[in-house]
């Protein structure tokens, strides 16, 4: 191949295999099937709403879940109080309970009670949170 080719190839590949001595390979062939695939098959897919949080809150949604079910007591008793206190939560409660329903489903397999327990008491402690509308969940 020419200087210029390799130039051309290097700058738009596509149009190589367009051409017609790559059709004559099996990869011409192959892509070629695909692109008609692709363009025939239409999937129309619901966008799943997701709800930012701040910097601040991921912090505290991370210090949280790992303060709930981690070892130390007093910072689980610290967590578990601010869950059942904060008027803030409102954004953080689809995430909280995601964690809270991923933990148990992977925890009853595990027969981890003690995680199980700790989780319960996330529950626990959101409802007593009289500011958060928990029907919903």
């Known amino acids: 191949q020419s ?6 190839d290097s700058v738009d590949p596509a149009a190589k295999l367009k051409s017609g001595d790559a059709r004559d390979n099996k990869l011409g062939t192959v892509l070629g099937t695909l692109h ?6 239409t999937v129309n897919v619901k966008q799943l709403a997701s709800h930012e949080l701040s910097v601040e809150q991921q912090l505290y949604y991370k210090e949280i879940t790992e303060a709930c ?15 059942a206190c ?3 939560l409102h ?7 995601t964690f809270i329903a991923e933990g148990v489903r992977v925890n009853v397999v595990q027969h981890n009670l003690a995680i199980l327990i700790y989780l319960m008491r996330m529950v626990k402690s959101l409802l007593e949170n009289q500011t958060l509308y928990l029907e919903k969940y």
């Open 91 to 97: 954004q953080m409660l689809p995430r909280l309970c």
């Open 3 to 8: 200087k210029d080719q390799l130039v051309a």
């Open 36 to 41: 008609k695939m692709k363009t025939v098959e």
């Open 86 to 88: 904060d008027p803030g």
């Open 69 to 83: 079910v981690g070892s130390d007591e007093a910072r689980r008793a610290e967590a578990l109080q601010s869950l």
